[in-house]
């Protein structure tokens, strides 16, 4: 049986004064063995709005569900055309300095893993190895028929190809890397199909409707038995795909610490809450173990 870090707070609901926050966060991290749960609010300042934040994208986007991208033909038009856009802008985003913070931690052996509710790969390009992408990532796409995965890039350079005079501008992106388009710029929008079967071509991701793969499930529960403690970092946990990892690390007696920009669902779980914008955050976080480290 692991033994948990000792900690001198307990969740009350009351939250620790604020200069004590981030070095409650920090004594977690110096027993090592940390998992680190992530989501839509650690990207927003690589230039990816999340959800459910103050800016939310859940206010006036409705995002594609799994029934209606399967189900229909234009529902595959719509998605395609968007996300034909949104990708883009995706894919030229970069790590912030809380996802090279995450990294930083990792190297050091503060963080025994990350799992990310995000699709963005972000930390991977900060350089985090292993990173369990919850909710798939992006830049893969997956046929529905044979099962083929293939990159994302493949797949853009061949809409390019048989949409050479698609010249929309995305008003906006979502974290799923749908952006919002007038349905006049849809419509003459062409899909290609996957190029072994001739089946339907899906990104590589859990849309809403959709559960997570039950293997990917299971991983993700035995990362969360083995750690010390779970730090959940710029997540609402409104949804219970993250939400159901609180629980389990609180069932088990995992200490469980939360740094969002506002409240979580997860809130009650938490023995700690720094409630602060995550780059500055966690930049702070990580010269406070380094400096405990030297």
Same mark, same amino acid.
């Given at each position: ?7 001198? *707070?307990?969740?009350?609901? &009351?939250?620790? %004064? ?13 027993? #090592?063995?940390? /998992? ?5 609010? @650690? ?10 934040? $103050? ?24 998605? *395609?055309?968007?996300?034909?856009? #949104? *990708? ?9 300095? #809380? ?21 963005? !790969?972000?930390?991977?390009?900060? !350089?985090? %190895? ?8 992006? =830049? ?15 797949? =853009? ?17 979502? %974290?799923?890397? =749908?952006?919002?388009?007038? &349905? ?5 929008? +062409? ?6 079967? !001739? ?24 990362? $969360?038995?083995?750690?010390?403690? /779970? /730090? ?9 795909? !993250? ?20 409240? +979580? ?12 914008? @995550?780059?500055?955050?966690?930049? &702070? ?5 380094? #400096?405990?480290?030297?």
């Amino acid at each position: 049986m692991r033994t948990r870090p000792t900690l001198s *707070w307990t969740p009350t609901g &009351e939250p620790l %004064p604020r200069t004590a926050e981030l070095g409650a966060v920090a004594d977690l991290l110096r027993c #090592g063995d940390v /998992l680190v749960l992530s989501g839509a609010g @650690l990207s927003t300042e690589s230039g990816i709005p999340d959800y459910r934040g $103050v800016a939310g994208s859940l206010r006036k986007h409705t995002p594609m569900t799994y029934a209606e991208f399967a189900g229909s033909v234009e529902g595959r038009r719509r998605y *395609w055309a968007r996300s034909h856009l #949104g *990708w883009r802008t995706i894919a030229r985003a970069r790590p912030n300095s #809380g996802h090279h913070a995450v990294a930083r931690l990792r190297a050091l052996g503060h963080v025994s893993g990350v799992i990310t509710q995000n699709v963005d !790969g972000l930390h991977q390009a900060a !350089g985090t %190895p292993g990173v369990v992408d919850l909710h798939g990532s992006l =830049d893969r796409v997956i046929c529905l028929s044979c099962g083929r995965l293939g990159p994302r890039e493949e797949l =853009d350079r061949r809409l390019r190809a048989v949409n050479p005079g698609f010249r929309a501008a995305a008003a906006a992106i979502n %974290p799923d890397g =749908d952006v919002d388009l007038p &349905e006049h710029e849809v419509a003459g929008f +062409t899909v290609v199909d996957c190029a072994d079967c !001739g089946g339907v071509l899906k990104p590589d991701v859990v849309f809403f409707g959709e559960n997570v793969p039950k293997p990917r499930v299971e991983r993700c529960y035995r990362m $969360v038995r083995d750690c010390s403690a /779970l /730090l959940v970092l710029g997540s609402s946990l409104t949804v219970m795909s !993250g939400l159901r990892f609180v629980r389990r690390a609180a069932a088990a007696g995992v200490p469980v610490a939360i740094v969002n920009q506002g409240v +979580t669902r997860g809130d009650e779980y938490a023995a700690v809450r720094v409630d602060r914008p @995550l780059g500055g955050a966690l930049t &702070e976080l990580l010269d406070t173990v380094e #400096g405990i480290a030297s």
